[in-house]
T-cell receptor, first 114, second 114 residues
Framework: DTEVTQTPKHLVMGMTNKKSLKCEQH?????MYWYKQKAKKPPELMFVYSYEKLSINESVPSRFSPECPNSSLLNLHLHALQPEDSALYLCASSQAMEGREKLFFGSGTQLSVL | GNSVTQMEGPVTLSEEAFLTINCTYTATGYPSLFWYVQYPGEGLQLLLK?????DKGSNKGFEATYRKETTSFHLEKGSVQVSDSAVYFCAFLAGGTSYGKLTFGQGTILTVHP
C-alpha cells in the first residue's frame, strides 16, 4: 500500500463554520505534512509532524489547527476561514523528516470558503 | 537560500515530439532531486528521483540526470503523448536546517496535441 488517502475530496464552507480535513497512510511513515496549493502555483508547506510531534509550523494562521492522533493519521481543523484560504490542501508522508526520501502525496481536498 | 529555477511555460508540443524542461537549483549540501507531475484535478505524483551526483532517474519514458557541476536536473522525454499533458514540478530536499522542507520550482504546464 503506497497510498496517502485524503477526505473529503471537495469541501465548501462558510466563514463561520468549523470543519476538518483528514489524511491517512499505512506505509509506516513517521513524517506527515500539510501543504496548501493555489491554482497554477507550487505547493506551500504549512506543517510537518515527525513521530507524531509538530516539528515545523510555517507561520500558519491559528485558524488552521493540525493534529496527529497517531502515526497513521493527520487532521487539519479549520475554523473562521477567509475566502483567500480557498485552495487545494495536500497531505504528504515520508519515511522520516530527517531523511531525503521522496514524499508521497494524497490527491488533496479542494476547499472553497464562501 | 534554497531555490529552484524551472523553465517557464506553458509548453505546447505535438504528439511524438521531444520534450525538455530545464531545472536548476541552489541548495546547501547534497540535496535529493525530484520531478513531480500533477494531472488536472489531482495531487502530486512522483515521476522520478535522483539522490546523488550522476544518478539518472527514469520512469514512463521520462529521464533526468543529477548534474552537480551545473546544479541541474533537466527533464527529458523522447516522444510525448497526449496523456503527458500535465503540470511538472522540479523539487529538492536538502538537509541541515531545511530538513522536511521540499523546495519546488514554479511548475511548467505541458500541453500535448494529437
Amino acid at each position: 500500500d503506497t497510498e496517502v488517502t485524503q477526505t473529503p475530496k471537495h469541501l465548501v464552507m462558510g466563514m463561520t463554520n468549523k470543519k476538518s480535513l483528514k489524511c491517512e497512510q499505512h506505509m509506516g511513515h513517521r513524517a506527515m505534512y500539510w501543504y496548501k496549493q493555489k491554482a497554477k502555483k507550487p505547493p506551500e508547506l504549512m506543517f510537518v509532524y515527525s513521530y507524531e510531534k509538530l516539528s515545523i509550523n510555517e507561520s500558519v494562521p491559528s485558524r488552521f489547527s493540525p493534529e496527529c492522533p497517531n502515526s497513521s493519521l493527520l487532521n487539519l481543523h479549520l475554523h473562521a476561514l477567509q475566502p483567500e484560504d480557498s485552495a487545494l490542501y495536500l497531505c504528504a508522508s515520508s519515511q522520516a523528516m530527517e531523511g531525503r526520501e521522496k514524499l508521497f502525496f494524497g490527491s488533496g481536498t479542494q476547499l472553497s470558503v464562501l | 537560500g534554497n531555490s529552484v529555477t524551472q523553465m517557464e511555460g506553458p509548453v505546447t508540443l505535438s504528439e511524438e515530439a521531444f520534450l525538455t524542461i530545464n531545472c536548476t537549483y541552489t541548495a546547501t549540501g547534497y540535496p535529493s532531486l525530484f520531478w513531480y507531475v500533477q494531472y488536472p484535478g489531482e495531487g502530486l505524483q512522483l515521476l522520478l528521483k535522483a539522490t546523488k551526483a550522476d544518478d539518472k532517474g527514469s520512469n514512463k519514458g521520462f529521464e533526468a540526470t543529477y548534474r552537480k557541476e551545473t546544479t541541474s536536473f533537466h527533464l527529458e522525454k523522447g516522444s510525448v503523448q497526449v496523456s503527458d499533458s500535465a503540470v511538472y514540478f522540479c523539487a529538492f530536499l536538502a538537509g541541515g536546517t531545511s530538513y522536511g522542507k521540499l523546495t519546488f520550482g514554479q511548475g511548467t504546464i505541458l500541453t500535448v496535441h494529437p
